[in-house]
């Protein structure tokens, strides 16, 4: 869809146009740390990320406020079966994927645990590929084969150049009254839920009415 606008740009005679639309597509896919892990296999894998400030990035919490985001994604490989060429999907065949992406991250150590979840991952083995400075002259991509025997896999990865200059102590901040607001929200849904109670509603009731009396 880019390409196709800044081709249309061209032929209209806006080459500044389309250089700067090119330019401000470019900055957007820049990314400072890209992680994704992949698996084939009938199994579930969790992608947990312990950012520097002490922020997670997990399933509960999939865009932290250090910027970071889970994305998840499943890739079905169609399978040819038969003469008729009729394509089926093989369970086993399949290519799944979890992925941490954040443009503009912390400076420090990044924690990352990798967890089955349950199933069986094929080989008992993940690929781990791991991308700094996407989109920038300095990208470096690291891909490794890891297994995954004992169910969970835990490796650092240092982002020593990090974009993300706002304090340490204001995302840490944030990330408190993220959970305050989870808690309270918690406490109001079983508050409500009591409510539906008939008899916890007739007792909250009666209560009111006794308080209200001289």
Request: glycine share 8%.
């Amino acid at each position: 869809m880019a390409k196709a606008t800044i081709e249309q740009l061209k032929k209209a005679g806006q080459a500044d146009a389309a250089l700067a639309f090119k330019a401000a597509v470019d900055k957007s896919l820049v990314r400072d740390i890209d992680l994704q892990i992949s698996w084939s296999g009938e199994a579930d894998i969790d992608l947990v990320v312990e950012e520097p400030p002490g922020t997670v990035c997990s399933l509960s919490s999939p865009r932290s406020t250090s910027g970071g985001t889970l994305l998840g994604d499943a890739e079905a490989t169609a399978i040819s079966t038969g003469n008729s060429g009729a394509a089926a999907i093989d369970a086993g065949a399949r290519v799944q994927r979890e992925r941490y992406t954040a443009s503009e991250a912390f400076p420090g150590t990044y924690r990352v645990l990798i967890r089955r979840a349950w199933g069986r991952v094929a080989a008992d083995t993940i690929t781990v590929q791991c991308t700094l400075h996407v989109g920038t002259d300095r990208e470096q991509k690291i891909v490794r084969q890891m297994p995954l025997g004992a169910d969970e896999v835990l490796l650092s990865i240092d982002v020593p150049a990090g974009r993300r200059r706002e304090s340490l102590l204001d995302a840490t901040i944030a990330q408190d009254i993220v959970a305050q607001q989870h808690i309270s929200r918690a406490i109001l849904a079983q508050q409500l839920n009591s409510l539906s109670d008939p008899n916890a509603a007739r007792a909250l009731s009666q209560s009111r009415a006794g308080g209200g009396r001289p």
